[in-house]
């Protein structure tokens, strides 16, 4: 490492950095972050430096790692800056990013029980996030519900056609928030939890915004979200607000220096800076609104902002098995999007049948009619693989789809295992619909 | 075949060059030939780089069919498959009751305010990304504008925006102008006498319009239905828009975009995108075939005007101003979001401000002339390619000339995302002399994946345009002695303009407002358009309002743009028109 001591996360010594013009030049940014956050930043991080000039390039997080590996022949980029880190470990099976030691202090090595930064010190995580429920107060006064702040209130009949969600293939930290269930439930039960919590859903968005917007907009009334959506919609205005349920995991959004960067030196300056305690200052910013990884950055936070390092019940429950998830990665977008996306009105139909048939034999004196919603329930339940399944990594490798040698061979094809699912699935919902409704009219 | 170089390029243009810019080599072969090789380039080279995984195997990697064996027997797929194929009728079907009554009152009639119906009619068109979908859920959406004040009064709940019916709904607002245009352009250029000729002979209301003006109109009709049909077929945005994933589109790009997964599917969907869009328009062609739609003579063209009764002006306002106010719903909707300052779960918006146009004016005027100028450049070469291979295929024996159009319209069932990183594998490791940038980071290459998706509108009108050419206008000129050059230039670009103008504002509104294929190509900000603008804006809750304002600022920087062509058409009309039937 070129790197001077100098260039270290203290202001004192930023200051120095600064008066350092030598080093200067463009720093060349990729990210999915907004301007509303990228902005504040990189005033902050000219006026600690003023030798370089930050160039922010926004593109989704899909595109942005699209667009790093077809340019990494002559890469123009210096720095990836996202927050889902599945982003960042799949540039890194590429070799894209460099191994780089930035000099920061102070912060810890874990959020959660999630690692901080990547264990070969290729992506460092500089802000937490958690994943929660956000509801609009309007909309629920308006249907006369009380807010949900635990997952299982999701799954009650009353919420039934409120709530959004994106899918997990969509948005990484969306995916965390499924493993995180599926982890802190077990398999079978999170599965459960998350098709009963879907049959009340009114739609699975495409973007991750959609579900914020769904619920500022007040086309649904409560969406499960990545907190500083919540935060700043509520700075931004809207009538929204926002919880932690019990079950959540708090994950770094990250920041990585691309390998061959043009100016090296200026991204390792950028990494410092966000790690710094001004940087991490930053981070409070009303329309930014991100957890802080340094704990000393809380002191200036507003009144009832969450302490993830102190307010301990903020994604405690979970020990979040971080080999585990990247496993059956794939594998669990597509059971997914199989049993709940595409099958959504399915889902719904079954649920809101099975809801009705409750509702009606709620007294419990008709034996008959509770036995067939109990048979009913368990069709809902099923799920085409049990756990082994998922983790065993022959079976996995069907969804990760990449041969690295023209030699590797998979048994299966993602497609032909999809639509055995798909046939599954369908049939179960409808015949948990048939169950319920003939409970129903019992 | 004559043996001067015949340019349509250069019409116009040429003739005021010097004559050694258009040597008299070989003519339109040449310029098939160069229209082939820019296609090959630019559109069938990147996209085969990355659709090339649909024919392989995914665990071997060997050339395969099996993907596609695999398609069809999904029943997932074979459900999106008819889901996307029923959306696309029946949107023409919508499409076409809310173009028709227009296009026919305002080329039929003496109407006030034609000018304004033709233009207006036009933005819906120009529905900027994300934008617009959120303005469509406000005043639309379960909880919207209509549904609320519906709830309030009647106690229901009109599910406008669920489902394939919304995707029907949304899709025939926004594409109906594909209809209108096409159609009024060619009902502009029915032959007056055709009209007479059939009142002679007694015929005279619906059945004159059925029997005559129709079915002469048909080129045009067909043009836009067939655009409408495809464009549906292949959009993705208002399923994405609307959470509809059981369509085609949508499954392709589900299964491309994710972060680190090229799921084969993805891509064997595309091709069959591909695969369909150039056998509608076989169909389209189809229907077309044997049938003869030139008219010969244009001195007394457009149909008869005449004055409307005062009861039937009721109606016809009543139902222009109902259907204006239908489609123009969205932008209603983008304005109001635009002024507005919290708009959450009420009829209209908390309060109203102009601060989100402060916001929006500080840092997007670049986004503003970047547009105009990559939208332009697209739009004005997209004109020039599609008169050429308008030309080149109905007038010509050139061998392969089918072919081009094929591959120019296959651009249209292209993904945006696909073609983006199809130019970045492509263009990324070629660097352009004297800049020294790579070419895929170049601004030029922005404005040439626009051309490339947007060329498929200016063809379909130029072809619409030329078909109502007779070939006896241009072989009465020929016998007079002008050369095949400049017959073009002084007969049949001419008559064709009102198709060509068509075309061009076609191709540059939706050039825009294009974001898919730019968003992979912007390599600086200083080079990004405005609908790049506008998701910058529109992906924190913030920034909703500027990226409306911003919205607003891209319709009506494009319907300038309408309305200056739409006053060039009228005046070009007058200019042929001998007088009308008072």
């Known amino acids: ?442 | 075949m004559s043996n001067t170089h015949e340019t349509p390029v250069a019409t116009g243009l040429a003739e005021r060059m010097p004559g050694w810019l258009f040597p008299r080599l070989s003519g339109l072969h040449i310029v098939a030939l160069f229209i082939a090789l820019l296609l090959t380039g630019l559109l069938l080279i990147p996209v085969a780089q990355v659709i090339f995984v649909a024919f392989q195997n995914p665990a071997t990697g060997a050339l395969t069919l099996q993907n596609f064996v695999d398609f069809f027997g999904t029943s997932l797929f074979r459900e999106s498959f008819w889901n996307s194929f029923y959306v696309s009728a029946m949107s023409v079907v919508v499409a076409t009751a809310i173009a028709l009554p227009l296009a026919y009152i305002t080329t039929r009639f003496h109407f006030s305010g034609s000018i304004l119906i033709q233009s207006l009619g036009f933005i819906p068109l120009i529905m900027p990304p994300f934008v617009g979908a959120v303005a469509m859920q406000l005043i639309f959406g379960r909880n919207g504008t209509v549904n609320l004040l519906l709830g309030e009064r009647f106690g229901i709940n009109i599910p406008f925006m669920e489902g394939l019916n919304g995707v029907i709904l949304v899709q025939s607002i926004h594409y109906f102008p594909f209809i209108l245009i096409n159609l009024s352009a060619s009902l502009r250029n029915i032959d007056r006498s055709m009209e007479e000729a059939a009142q002679n002979l007694g015929s005279s209301g619906m059945r004159l319009f059925r029997k005559i003006v129709f079915p002469l109109a048909m080129p045009g009709y067909v043009a836009g239905a067939a655009l409408v049909f495809i464009k549906v077929f292949d959009d993705l945005g208002t399923p994405l828009l609307l959470n509809v994933n059981n369509m085609l589109a949508p499954q392709a790009y589900l299964r491309i975009s994710g972060v680190g997964i090229s799921d084969p599917m993805g891509y064997v969907i595309s091709v069959i995108l591909v695969a369909f869009s150039i056998l509608s328009l076989w169909a389209s062609f189809l229907v077309m075939r044997g049938k003869d739609y030139a008219t010969v003579q244009k001195g007394g063209g457009g149909m008869a005007k005449r004055d409307l009764k005062p009861a039937e002006k009721v109606a016809a306002y009543g139902v222009v101003i109902f259907i204006l106010l239908v489609v123009l719903s969205p932008h209603i909707g983008l304005a109001l979001l635009s002024f507005g300052t919290i708009w959450s779960f009420a009829p209209l918006p908390d309060a109203y401000t102009l601060q989100n146009y402060v916001t929006m004016w500080a840092g997007s005027k670049t986004f503003i002339v970047n547009t105009v100028l990559y939208a332009g450049i697209a739009a004005t070469l997209d004109v020039i390619l599609g008169t050429a291979i308008a030309y080149i295929v109905i007038r010509t024996k050139i061998f392969g000339r089918k072919g081009l159009d094929y591959l120019a319209t296959a651009a249209l069932a292209v993904p945006g995302v696909v073609l983006g990183i199809g130019y970045l594998r492509t263009f990324h490791a070629i660097d352009v002399p004297l800049i020294g940038k790579p070419l895929a980071s170049w601004w030029v290459i922005i404005a040439m994946a626009l051309m490339i998706r947007r060329l498929p509108y200016a063809l379909r009108a130029c072809m619409a345009a030329l078909q109502q050419v007779s070939l006896a206008l241009e072989e009465a000129a020929e016998s007079l002695g002008a050369t095949k050059r400049r017959t073009i230039q002084k007969v049949v670009v001419p008559l064709m303009t009102g198709g060509i103008l068509a075309g061009f504002v076609t191709s540059f509104a939706t050039a825009a407002v294009e974001l898919s294929a730019t968003i992979m190509l912007v390599s600086s900000n200083n080079d990004a358009p405005l609908a790049y603008g506008i998701y910058l804006f529109m992906q924190t809750p913030s920034g909703r309002g500027a990226g409306a304002a911003l919205g607003i600022v891209a319709v009506i920087v494009v319907a300038i743009g309408t309305i200056a062509s739409q006053i060039i058409i009228e005046r070009d009309k007058k200019l042929k028109a001998s007088g009308d039937v008072q």
């Open chain 1, 1 to 442: 490492m070129k790197l001077k001591a100098s260039l270290c996360g203290s202001i004192a010594v930023a200051a120095l950095t600064a008066g350092a013009a030598f080093a200067d030049g463009k720093v060349t940014v990729i990210t999915s972050f907004p301007e509303s956050m990228t902005g504040p930043i990189e005033k902050a991080f000219e006026a600690a430096n003023p030798g370089y000039d930050l160039e922010v390039l926004n593109k989704s997080t899909s595109s942005g790692v699209k667009f790093l590996e077809e340019t990494a022949g002559s890469n123009t980029s210096d720095i990836f800056w996202a927050s889902a880190p599945d982003a960042f470990e799949v540039l890194k099976a590429d070799g894209l990013l460099a191994k780089v030691a930035p000099k920061s202090d102070g912060i810890p090595e874990k959020i959660g029980a999630y690692p901080m930064n990547d264990a070969d010190g290729t992506y460092f995580g500089f802000a937490a996030s958690g994943y929660g429920i956000m509801w609009n107060e309007r909309y629920l006064k308006a249907h006369e519900l009380e807010p949900a702040r635990e997952w299982s209130d999701l799954t009650k009949p009353e919420y039934f056609g409120h709530v959004g969600m994106s899918a997990p293939s969509r948005s990484g930290t969306t995916h965390l928030t499924v493993e995180t269930l599926l982890q802190g439930d077990g398999w079978q039960e999170g599965w459960s939890q998350w098709k009963w919590m879907a049959g009340n859903f009114r739609t699975v968005t495409e973007r991750s915004f959609g579900v914020p917007d769904g619920v500022n907009t007040g086309n649904f009334g409560l969406g499960i979200v990545i907190d500083f959506f919540g935060f700043s919609s509520r700075a931004s205005g809207f009538p929204v607000d926002f919880a932690y349920p019990t079950v959540t995991a708090l994950v770094p959004a990250n920041v990585g220096v691309v390998k061959n960067a043009p100016n090296h030196d200026g991204a390792v300056s950028f990494v410092e800076f966000l790690l710094s305690p001004e940087g991490q200052k930053v981070l409070l910013d009303p329309a930014i609104m991100r957890l802080p990884v340094n704990p000393a950055a809380y002191a200036d936070a507003p009144e009832g902002f969450p302490n993830p390092f102190e307010d301990s019940s903020i994604g405690a429950t979970v020990k979040f098995d971080v080999d585990k998830s990247g496993a059956r990665y794939n594998l669990v977008n597509s059971l997914f999007d199989v049993m709940i996306t595409y099958r959504l009105t399915d889902l719904q139909a079954a649920v809101r049948a099975v809801q009705q048939a409750e509702e009606k034999h709620a007294g419990g004196g008709n034996a008959e009619a509770l036995a067939l919603i109990e048979e009913a329930r368990a069709l809902i339940d099923q799920t085409p693989i049990d756990e082994a399944q998922s983790l065993d990594p022959e079976f996995a490798a069907i969804f990760t789809k990449k041969r690295k040698k023209a030699t590797d061979e998979v048994e299966q094809r993602q497609a032909e295992v999809e639509s055995r699912w798909d046939a599954m699935v369908v049939d179960n919902y409808s015949k948990a619909r048939e169950l319920a409704e003939k409970a129903l009219s019992m």
